[in-house]
């Protein structure tokens, strides 16, 4: 089945400057990859998403690039904030259909 | 909110017993989805109905059931609890398939005692 891995797992960054969170996954034919962002106690909410036709999009501090040949996506966060503290989590489609989640990277911002 | 809804919020029993949980997906998805989230595992898929029928199927124990009923409201069923099976539940929901956007629920704790 479907290998997914985030890097690093846990991450901490000074208020203002960028976090990147990379996510390697093992299925070549994999089509869609999902950002997921948890706090605490809650859901895991949608945060951007990218198909396999993109290369990159970005909607305000947020971005996420897709390196198919490599089979590698990341989560790139501008001008970090505190309130962008949680566990996020990178989800892969593949060919089974199924979408699979890595195992989520802490990511703490110090105000 | 997602417009997925899920009850209960909170379940806690004993081993060995059973009990059902429930999801109620966003109007117009056709899709459940079911998770199990535990603390040394992450988010483990367990399984996916589509308009009533089963359409995937993951790491999924015996112990466990689910359907999805004509309003498209589905249930997870755990029976012979084990104080592993301790854990958040969460259902999503997607307009069709699981490429589309899943929207999760606010989950269910269980906690096995």
Known sequence: GENVEQHPSTLSVQEGDSAVIKCTYSDSASNYFPWYKQELGKRPQLIIDIRSNVGEKKDQRIAVTLNKTAKHFSLHITETQPEDSAVYFCAVTGANSKLTFGKGITLSVRP | ?113
């Not at chain 2, 909110?1 to 060995?16: F, R, Y």
């Not at chain 2, 109620?24 to 989230?37: A, E, I, T």
């Not at chain 2, 099976?85 to 069709?96: E, I, Q, R, W």
């Open chain 2, 1 to 113: 909110d997602s417009g997925v809804t899920q009850t209960p919020k909170h379940l806690i029993t004993a081993t060995g017993q059973r009990v059902t949980l429930r999801c109620s997906p966003r109007s117009g998805d056709l899709s459940v989805y079911w998770y199990q989230q535990s603390l040394d595992q992450g988010l483990q898929f367990l399984i996916q109905y589509y308009n009533g029928e089963e359409r995937a199927k993951g790491n999924i124990l015996e112990r466990f059931s689910a359907q999805q009923f004509p309003d498209l409201h589905s249930e997870l069923n755990l029976s012979s609890l084990e104080l592993g099976d301790s854990a958040l539940y969460f259902c999503a929901s997607s307009l069709s398939g699981s490429t589309d956007t899943q929207y999760f629920g606010p989950g269910t704790r269980l906690t096995v005692l």
